[in-house]
Nanobody
Framework: QVQLVESGGGLVQAGGSLRLSCAASGRTFSRYAMAWFRQAPGKEREFVAAINWNGGSTYYADSVKGRFTISRNNPKGTVYLQMNSLKPEDTAVYYC????????????????????WGQGTQVTVSS
């Protein structure tokens, strides 16, 4: 059974930065693309960023491009989301997810293609 555990959320002022981490266990981490999604109150869950199995390909939602950076450390089984220049509209619960298919490149944003999810970490950006 795959387990994903997010950490690093919190309260930050607009313009500030946070770094989210997601530690994975239970499957060969290095074979699978990983992604971050988020869900704001009253809204549907949306794609944020994805990274392929070896870190060589990334994909971002337009709303975060240039501000957020996804990365991974395969030996540590961890994926990260560095969030800079945060805005109040970035406030949401952030979830990491693992792709169902190994070695997919480029990574994709389709939620149904991610079969394991973490419990989420809250990010709140104050204005």
């Amino acid at each position: 059974q795959v387990q994903l555990v997010e950490s690093g959320g919190g309260l930050v002022q607009a313009g500030g930065s946070l770094r989210l981490s997601c530690a994975a266990s239970g499957r060969t981490f290095s074979r699978y693309a990983m992604a971050w999604f988020r869900q704001a109150p009253g809204k549907e869950r949306e794609f944020v960023a994805a990274i392929n199995w070896n870190g060589g390909s990334t994909y971002y939602a337009d709303s975060v491009k240039g501000r957020f950076t996804i990365s991974r450390n395969n030996p540590k089984g961890t994926v990260y989301l560095q969030m800079n220049s945060l805005k109040p509209e970035d406030t949401a619960v952030y979830y990491c997810a693992a792709d169902r298919a190994p070695f997919r490149t480029p990574p994709i944003s389709t939620m149904n293609e991610y079969d394991y999810w973490g419990q989420g970490t809250q990010v709140t950006v104050s204005s």
